[in-house]
């Protein structure tokens, strides 16, 4: 089933120790492109998830948002500079001896609590793989979503190229039954003008049937006619593809439109020429469709 390069996807789940958020949406992009926004002290995770994604997503510019909650245990911890605690009871312990005072232990702890250098707050150490563990299984879930909103919109993608295709291929068509129509015209009026300049001439009809095949050779299309029915035959097969074919398909586009335009050159018949038109404005829209394919 082919993709859109355009999707969304969000999951949210409380997983273990983590109540995670992960959201994913994407636009089209030649290549695979990511980027991340997570948490400052979880940017360990950024690496992991592209490799998660890029391992089920091959093209488009990925833009993926996390948000972690710890549930569990605090993140900080409380330390004690202990030498620096050692020091402010030795001072206190000289000013009992100096200054024959009695101080109580309350009041040291009660002075020693208001110390600010002596009490830091720091995060504490992460266990990255428990919260990959977490993060992971939310990501699969939203990854997942976001996947089958890619492969909704691609079949809708799909049906719409397939419908111009078979459009291009009735065009095709008339194109093949009315090139021949062109030489014989062309037989008639070169007979008619020859006979309206020159009627007491005798006509060689070998000559007049030479003139008559060199236009045919001019005009002849028939060559590209089946390139172009190869092409759109080759088209539909990637449209029933279970791989990525964005940047097959738009080479493909490219020689559709190669052949168009070498039909055009040739028609010497307006019908042919606005059929050439047609198709060439079919064609287009397939390339503006194919370009969000991934």
Sequence with gaps: MIRSMTGYGRAQDTVGSYNVTVELKS???????????????YGFLEDKLKNL???????????????????????????????LAEEYLKAY?????KFDLDIKDSYVFSALARTPDLFSVRKKAVDE???WESVS?????????FIAMRETEGEKMRSD????????????????QRSPETVKEYNSKLLERINEFLSDIHIDEQRIAAECAIFADKVAVAEETVRLRSHIAQLSEFMDCNEPIGRKVDFLVQEMNREANTIGSKAQDVEIAR????????????????????
Excluded: W
Aim: hydrophobic share 40%; glycine share 4%; charged share 35%.
């Design 161 to 176: 190229v397939l419908s111009r295709a078979d459009f291009i291929l009735s065009k095709v068509a008339f194109i093949e």
């Design 137 to 145: 299984t939310v990501a699969k879930t939203a990854t997942e979503k």
């Design 53 to 83: 994604i890029g391992s089920l997503v091959s093209r488009g510019k990925i833009e993926c948002y996390v948000s972690i909650e710890n549930i569990g245990e605090t993140e900080s911890e409380v330390v004690l500079d202990e030498k």
């Design 27 to 41: 636009v089209n992009h030649r290549y695979f492109e990511f980027s991340s926004r997570v948490p400052r002290s």
């Design 129 to 131: 793989d428990e919260v």
């Design 275 to 294: 059929c050439v038109i047609d198709i060439k404005a079919e064609i287009e829209k397939i390339r503006e469709q194919i370009q969000n394919i991934e």
């Design 93 to 97: 312990s000289v000013m009992e001896d």
